[in-house]
């Protein structure tokens, strides 16, 4: 194919070429009838923003345009069948999983998943085996599945339909999946990953494996964060056992038959341009993380890591594109950080947990800024380090499940505040950002630790969500005749 | 033939400058880089098409960045430069002789050939043997920079281009912490006047009184300046500019200057009430 076609893209063009009269949806009709949203947006924009038609194709049931530039997107990618989904990476995440298990079946997955994996199961019914995660108390976080723990997941629970795999995570880290793959593949489980913030992966050089090529079944591909099209468009990809025409029929359940061109093209312009120009995008972009990691350790107190880490394990490769550096030795917690940036020095990163920041680093990006970033790091730790004894140094807390999400997330429950509610269990998520990874799902128990931990990072700033109560004083649990 | 180069110095406002030849203009990597001799005000020099030094005006310039730090400290040994790739500070810099090192940074290494070839009146200042030039940006050459000058002078450009950065929070941290106990920094800092200038101006002001103990500011009169009325930022760890003046012992050194004087070094301290409101509010 060539791959120096954007179908989409062209189609749209072609449209403003032809002047069609507008007697369909939506009612803006080329942006006139809502001058403010047109003067803010932009005419280009709005006269772009059309429902599907002949030429334009179909989303729900693609057959020209559509199924060229996904045809195109699965070569650029490796993948038997490429999906262009408009409902975020979430949306793809979710097709992943109702693709491959059903209620009542198991899914092998690591806690440090996106909130979008465990909504699934409440929508699915299915149940989560949470591989023993491998953590760093030097850096505070989860890091990669261990293989080891794999097996051991895999021979205690032989009837698991799926294993979904984080990769890379936030940080950078990358498991072993091609082992992963293997292993799951020998005990008839199908692989699932979740590379939200591996997009890169497929174009650059010397990156981490993709999960295309280490023969995964199916990859979440957010092409919004490192691949340039905009917020909430996303690739669902499918490898060469797995069957798409029913995949479409799972991503129609919930996906809206009105998806929006402005996305669709932005999903068909960046691949062509990833694929056209991605290699040389992604040297620039690691050039830039690598100066910072340099300048950023040479203040010494951060670690700004890397590679160095690799451990052929539970880090098994690293995403050297990503500036994630950890602050512990300076005593401030990442959030603390990342709040004196924006607040002091006018600088937006893309997150702080407990003892890390991520930058994230583009090719949008210009060196003085990054030079203002580095520079403005080494000012926060002359200005306000602290002594490191006031922080916790771990944040991982395994979970004890005691039912399926589905069925604590839809139960009888009972509202209690949060110190009365340990030893219940939990009818909500309790999720913490950053770093948006679950400290409670549905159907687990709630420990003192937790308590604790959820009571740590409201100190530290960080925001809560998931329970209704929203200032987090309360907690819904099961009601006693559930238990 | 009616050759003018024009400077917008506001949407609705611009200056006009009547040109007999233009002798460069090229992009280099940092900006747009053009010389133009005039029958006004002499050859003259546009960074990004602004107005960066005239041959008739920039004495002003250079002076009062220059001798008002000078004469509060003279212990003033060791000195760092941003910027002023035309060379008319060190020009004034090489007026003293207790001066022993200038580092001078400039990110464009083209701004210091072009002033070399066209405008020896300032690039003159290239040779004073105290001075080190170094082509780098100015923030990452201060990085880990400490107790090293008595003496930073920050002769950037406005804000929207590549000086941009000369203008953050953390760039005034790196210079308090590269200063030296009885260490100053003077900053060019833009003008009260027109509203973006002096949103630049109040932005810069804000930011280097959280950083230092000290923070004036002081004017001068500079005719192809947006306004002609410009500011200039006087910072410390405790010299005051004013109080700390060794009026004496300059007028002993017996510097030729056109424009300062201790006497103006004084007064430039005195500002317009409307300008004083706007620091006030901002500190």
Same mark, same amino acid.
């Given at each position: 194919?060539?791959?120096?076609?954007?179908p989409i893209?062209?189609?749209?063009?072609?449209?403003?070429?032809?002047?069609?009269?507008?007697?369909?949806?939506?009612?803006?009709?080329?942006?006139?009838?809502?001058?403010?949203?047109?003067?803010?947006?932009?005419?280009?924009?709005?006269?772009?923003?059309?429902?599907s038609?002949?030429?334009?194709d179909n989303l729900c049931h693609p057959v020209s345009v559509i199924k060229e530039a996904e045809e195109l997107a699965a070569e650029a990618f490796g993948a038997a069948h490429a999906f262009f989904m408009v409902g975020g990476t979430t949306s793809a995440v979710q097709a992943m999983v109702l693709s491959t298990?059903?209620?009542?079946?198991?899914?092998?997955?690591?806690?440090?998943?996106?909130?979008s994996?465990?909504?699934?199961?409440?929508?699915?019914?299915?149940?989560?085996?949470?591989?023993?995660?491998?953590?760093?108390?030097?850096?505070?976080?989860?890091?990669?599945?261990?293989?080891?723990?794999?097996?051991?997941?895999?021979?205690?629970?032989?009837?698991?339909?799926?294993?979904?795999?984080?990769?890379?995570?936030?940080?950078?880290?990358?498991?072993?999946?091609?082992?992963?793959?293997?292993?799951?593949?020998?005990?008839?489980?199908?692989?699932l990953v979740d590379e939200a913030?591996?997009t890169?992966?497929y174009?650059?050089?010397?990156?981490?494996?993709?999960a295309m090529?280490?023969?995964a079944d199916m990859a979440s591909v957010s092409m919004h964060?490192?691949g340039?099209s905009?917020?909430q468009s996303s690739v669902l990809l499918c490898g060469k056992?797995v069957n798409a025409d029913y995949v479409r029929k799972i991503i129609n359940l919930t996906q809206t038959t009105?998806g929006s061109y402005?996305l669709l093209s932005s999903l068909d312009?960046s691949r062509?341009?990833?694929?056209?120009?991605?290699?040389?995008?992604?040297?620039?972009?690691?050039?830039?993380?690598?100066?910072?990691?340099?300048?950023?350790?040479?203040?010494?107190?951060?670690?700004?890591?890397?590679?160095?880490?690799?451990?052929?394990?539970?880090?098994?490769?690293?995403?050297?594109?990503?500036?994630?550096?950890?602050?512990?030795?300076?005593?401030?917690?990442?959030?603390?950080?990342?709040?004196?940036?924006?607040?002091?020095?006018?600088?937006?990163?893309?997150?702080?947990?407990?003892?890390?920041?991520?930058?994230?680093?583009?090719?949008?990006?210009?060196?003085?800024?990054?030079?203002?970033?580095?520079?403005?790091?080494?000012?926060?730790?002359?200005?306000?380090?602290?002594?490191?004894?006031?922080?916790?140094?771990?944040?991982?807390?395994?979970?004890?499940?005691?039912?399926?999400?589905?069925?604590?997330?839809?139960?009888?429950?009972?509202?209690?505040?949060?110190?009365?509610?340990?030893?219940?269990?939990?009818?909500?998520?309790?999720?913490?950002?950053?770093?948006?990874?679950?400290?409670?799902?549905?159907?687990?128990?709630?420990?003192?630790?937790?308590?604790?931990?959820?009571?740590?990072?409201?100190?530290?700033?960080?925001?809560?969500?998931?329970?209704?109560?929203?200032?987090?004083?309360?907690?819904?649990?099961?009601?006693?005749?559930?238990? | 033939?009616?050759?003018?180069?024009?400077?917008?110095?506001?949407?609705?406002?611009?200056?006009?400058?009547?040109?007999?030849?233009?002798?460069?203009?090229?992009?280099?990597?940092?900006?747009?880089?053009?010389?133009?001799?005039?029958?006004?005000?002499?050859?003259?020099?546009?960074?990004?098409?602004?107005?960066?030094?005239?041959?008739?005006?920039?004495?002003?310039?250079?002076?009062?960045?220059?001798?008002?730090?000078?004469?509060?400290?003279?212990?003033?040994?060791?000195?760092?430069?941003?910027?002023?790739?035309?060379?008319?500070?060190?020009?004034?810099?090489?007026?003293?002789?207790?001066?022993?090192?200038?580092?001078?940074?400039?990110?464009?290494?083209?701004?210091?050939?072009?002033?070399?070839?066209?405008?020896?009146?300032?690039?003159?200042?290239?040779?004073?043997?105290?001075?080190?030039?170094?082509?780098?940006?100015?923030?990452?050459?201060?990085?880990?920079?400490?107790?090293?000058?008595?003496?930073?002078?920050?002769?950037?450009?406005?804000?929207? @281009?590549?000086?941009?950065?000369?203008?953050? !929070? =953390?760039? /005034?941290? &790196?210079?308090? #912490?590269?200063? %030296?106990?009885?260490?100053?920094?003077?900053?060019?800092?833009?003008?009260?006047?027109?509203?973006?200038?002096?949103?630049?101006?109040?932005?810069?002001?804000?930011?280097?009184?959280?950083?230092?103990?000290?923070?004036?500011?002081?004017?001068?009169?500079?005719?192809?300046?947006?306004?002609?009325?410009?500011?200039?930022?006087?910072?410390?760890? @405790?010299?005051?500019?004013?109080?700390?003046? !060794? =009026?004496? /012992?300059? &007028?002993?050194? #017996?510097?030729? %200057?056109?424009?300062?004087?201790?006497?103006?070094?004084?007064?430039?301290?005195?500002?317009?009430?409307?300008?004083?409101?706007?620091?006030?509010?901002?500190?």
């Open positions: 194919m060539n791959q120096n076609k954007a893209y062209e189609a749209l063009e072609q449209l403003k070429q032809n002047k069609t009269v507008p007697f369909d949806v939506p009612g803006h009709k080329r942006g006139k009838g809502n001058p403010e949203l047109t003067a803010f947006l932009g005419e280009k924009c709005l006269s772009v923003d059309v429902n038609m002949k030429q334009l298990v059903k209620k009542d079946e198991k899914i092998i997955l690591p806690r440090n998943v996106h909130q994996v465990i909504n699934c199961l409440v929508i699915s019914g299915a149940i989560p085996v949470y591989v023993n995660p491998q953590t760093s108390d030097r850096l505070g976080i989860a890091l990669g599945m261990s293989m080891n723990e794999v097996a051991i997941s895999i021979a205690q629970n032989p009837d698991a339909k799926a294993i979904l795999v984080n990769n890379p995570t936030y940080y950078g880290i990358c498991s072993n999946l091609k082992g992963i793959v293997e292993l799951a593949h020998k005990h008839g489980m199908k692989v913030h591996g890169h992966f174009f650059g050089e010397n990156m981490p494996i993709t090529k280490a023969g964060k490192s340039g905009l917020t056992d009105s402005l312009i062509r341009n990833l694929a056209l120009n991605g290699f040389e995008i992604f040297k620039k972009v690691e050039e830039f993380a690598t100066y910072a990691r340099e300048e950023i350790n040479g203040f010494g107190g951060y670690y700004a890591f890397s590679k160095e880490l690799i451990n052929g394990d539970s880090i098994y490769d690293f995403d050297s594109t990503k500036l994630s550096i950890n602050t512990y030795e300076i005593g401030l917690a990442g959030i603390e950080v990342y709040d004196i940036l924006r607040d002091e020095y006018d600088i937006q990163i893309e997150f702080g947990d407990l003892t890390n920041i991520l930058a994230y680093i583009s090719v949008g990006d210009i060196m003085k800024n990054l030079e203002r970033l580095i520079s403005s790091l080494g000012e926060i730790k002359r200005l306000y380090k602290k002594d490191k004894s006031r922080l916790l140094n771990s944040q991982y807390i395994n979970p004890i499940v005691e039912m399926s999400p589905q069925k604590a997330f839809f139960a009888n429950k009972v509202s209690k505040p949060l110190d009365k509610c340990v030893g219940e269990i939990s009818c909500e998520f309790v999720i913490c950002y950053p770093p948006g990874i679950p400290v409670l799902a549905p159907g687990e128990k709630i420990t003192k630790d937790i308590v604790e931990y959820i009571k740590y990072s409201i100190d530290k700033g960080c925001v809560i969500t998931g329970p209704e109560a929203m200032d987090i004083s309360r907690l819904n649990v099961l009601k006693g005749e559930n238990k | 033939m009616d050759l003018w180069y024009s400077e917008f110095h506001t949407k609705n406002v611009k200056l006009s400058i009547k040109v007999s030849s233009e002798l460069l203009s090229e992009q280099s990597r940092y900006q747009h880089i053009a010389v133009f001799d005039s029958p006004e005000f002499g050859r003259f020099l546009t960074l990004d098409g602004v107005m960066m030094l005239t041959e008739k005006d920039e004495f002003i310039y250079h002076e009062m960045i220059t001798h008002v730090p000078m004469s509060v400290n003279p212990d003033i040994k060791i000195v760092l430069v941003i910027g002023a790739g035309d060379g008319g500070v060190l020009r004034e810099l090489s007026k003293y002789k207790t001066i022993e090192k200038i580092d001078l940074v400039e990110i464009d290494e083209r701004v210091i050939e072009v002033c070399k070839q066209y405008l020896p009146q300032t690039a003159c200042g290239f040779s004073n043997p105290a001075a080190n030039v170094i082509i780098g940006d100015g923030i990452k050459f201060l990085r880990n920079k400490e107790n090293e000058y008595d003496l930073i002078i920050v002769d950037s450009t406005d804000p929207s @281009g590549p000086g941009e950065v000369l203008f953050s !929070k =953390e760039f /005034y941290g &790196n210079c308090y #912490n590269a200063l %030296t106990e009885h260490g100053i920094m003077v900053n060019q800092h833009e003008s009260p006047f027109y509203a973006n200038d002096a949103d630049a101006m109040i932005r810069a002001h804000k930011k280097i009184s959280k950083t230092f103990e000290v923070s004036k500011v002081y004017q001068a009169h500079i005719p192809t300046y947006p306004s002609g009325h410009w500011l200039f930022g006087f910072a410390s760890k @405790g010299l005051h500019p004013t109080r700390d003046i !060794k =009026e004496e /012992y300059w &007028n002993r050194l #017996n510097i030729d %200057t056109k424009y300062y004087t201790t006497k103006l070094h004084k007064g430039s301290f005195c500002l317009p009430k409307y300008v004083e409101e706007m620091l006030k509010e901002n500190e």
